[in-house]
């Protein structure tokens, strides 16, 4: 009987040391069956501390970089953590009305003017060709931040590990401006959809999860209902200061080159704990 408890408890443990906390044992046991990985693509695949930004558009001041600043800092969107690194202002100001509108952006009113950061599509619907995130400022359209992708280190690696047991494909919220890249990484991904919205997702993994045991890899907040369609839903994120609803575990972004080696564990934690009961 304290077999399970020992088994699970104990790679709890391991895990937990290595960045990825795992909510509850009975999640390594559906760890062990799963058989499709779906990752987000910004923030999961991409680093969101080392990618190039250029504001292209009217110039702003120095009170409009501050006010920008000081409204991406609210959110954990990766975008948004992005442009905050990349503007480099430690002052902040006041703001009110802050709202986030999932898959959209997020919007306040600062210093008696009206600032929204983000999509295209919400915002007058402007499209671009790479990804990008635009400013309104009273409602007119000032500009967007250009963000060129810096994939994570070892990216490669990781993907060609997993894709020897697994089935993997991408689904993002971005254009498809990325996807001869991401071919050129690893070209064995099942399905690439870009242009998703958060409910769009949500459905492609029910859909998924009705062949295959599904893990869906995201941002935990604007993932949310795409992760809990999944057998089994991570969160990844730079810190754990955020709020990640649905999901079934937290992986810290600066260990996922770790992920083959979490998959491997729940693998074979069933085997392990058949193991435990010979001898109990």
């Not at 058989?35 to 409009?64: A, M, P, R």
Request: net charge positive.
């Amino acid at each position: 009987a304290l077999s399970a408890p020992f088994t699970y408890g104990n790679i709890l443990r391991v895990f937990s040391k290595n960045g990825f906390f795992v909510k509850a044992g009975n999640a390594i046991g559906n760890l062990s069956h799963i058989t499709h990985i779906v990752f987000d693509k910004t923030g999961t695949l991409t680093e969101s501390n080392s990618n190039h930004v250029q504001f292209i558009g009217k110039e702003l001041t120095i009170k409009q970089e501050i006010a920008v600043a000081t409204l991406a800092k609210q959110s954990t969107h990766p975008l948004s953590l992005i442009i905050a690194n990349s503007l480099q202002i430690d002052q902040q100001v006041t703001l009110q009305n802050f709202e986030e509108h999932i898959g959209k952006g997020i919007e306040a009113q600062i210093g008696g003017d009206h600032y929204q950061l983000g999509s295209g599509s919400w915002l007058n619907g402007a499209t671009a060709t790479s990804t990008a995130v635009y400013l309104s400022i009273n409602n007119e359209l000032v500009g967007h931040f250009q963000i060129d992708a810096n994939y994570r280190k070892g990216l490669k690696g990781v993907l060609d590990r997993l894709g020897r047991r697994y089935k993997l494909s991408i689904v993002s919220g971005d254009n498809a401006s990325e996807k001869n890249r991401l071919r050129s990484i690893y070209n064995g991904f099942k399905q690439m959809v870009f242009n998703c919205k958060p409910l769009q997702k949500a459905n492609l993994i029910e859909n998924l999860s009705k062949e295959d045991d599904v893990l869906m890899i995201g941002d935990g907040l604007n993932d949310g209902k795409a992760i809990e369609k999944g057998s089994l839903g991570v969160a990844i994120t730079e810190n754990l200061n955020g709020f990640y609803p649905g999901s079934d575990a937290v992986l810290l972004a600066h260990e996922f080159n770790k992920l083959p080696l979490f998959m491997e564990l729940g693998y074979y934690s069933k085997k392990i704990l058949r193991r435990t009961l010979l001898f109990s």
